[in-house]
C-alpha cells in the first residue's frame, strides 16, 4: 500500500525551530521527487519546497527561503523539513507528496491518476507570537 505520513509537527514559539519528517512505504521512495507543502486556514495550497530524487536538486518558496531546509535519507525512505526561525505566518498544516518533478524553479505534481496514496495528511505546526 503506497503511503506517505508527516510526522513532527507541534506548538512552537515565534523564532523556535521544528523538525518535519515524511516516512513512505509502499513505492521505491529513492525513485520519487519529493516536496513540502503547506495551507493554513482560508489559504490556499502552497508549495514550499521540493527534493528531487538524488538529493542534489532543491527548491524552495520565497516565504521559507533562508530559513527551512530540505534533505532526506532514501537509504530509510525519510524526508525531512528543517524549520528555523519560525513566524506565526508559517501556521499551518503541512503535508508531504511524491511529485514528478522538481527543479530550482519549481516542482510538477503527479497526475491524479497515480491515487491519493501520494499524499500524506499532514502535520500541524503552530508558531505563537
Known amino acids: 500500500q503506497v503511503q506517505v505520513r508527516e510526522s513532527g509537527g507541534g506548538l512552537v514559539q515565534a523564532g523556535g525551530s521544528l523538525r518535519l519528517s515524511c516516512t513512505a512505504s509502499g513505492f521505491d521512495f529513492g525513485d520519487f521527487h519529493m516536496g513540502w507543502f503547506r495551507q493554513a486556514p482560508g489559504k490556499e495550497r502552497e508549495g514550499i519546497s521540493c527534493i528531487d530524487y538524488s538529493g542534489r536538486t532543491t527548491y524552495y518558496s520565497e516565504s521559507v527561503k533562508g530559513r527551512f531546509t530540505i534533505s532526506r535519507d532514501n537509504a530509510k525512505k525519510v524526508m525531512y523539513l528543517q524549520m528555523n526561525s519560525l513566524k506565526p505566518e508559517d501556521t499551518a498544516m503541512y503535508s508531504c507528496?511524491?511529485?514528478?518533478?522538481?527543479?530550482?524553479?519549481?516542482?510538477?505534481?503527479?497526475?491524479?491518476?497515480w491515487g491519493m496514496g501520494y499524499w500524506g495528511e499532514g502535520t500541524q505546526v503552530t508558531v505563537s507570537s
Open positions: 507528496a511524491a511529485l514528478s518533478g522538481c527543479y530550482s524553479g519549481g516542482y510538477y505534481l503527479l497526475d491524479k491518476s
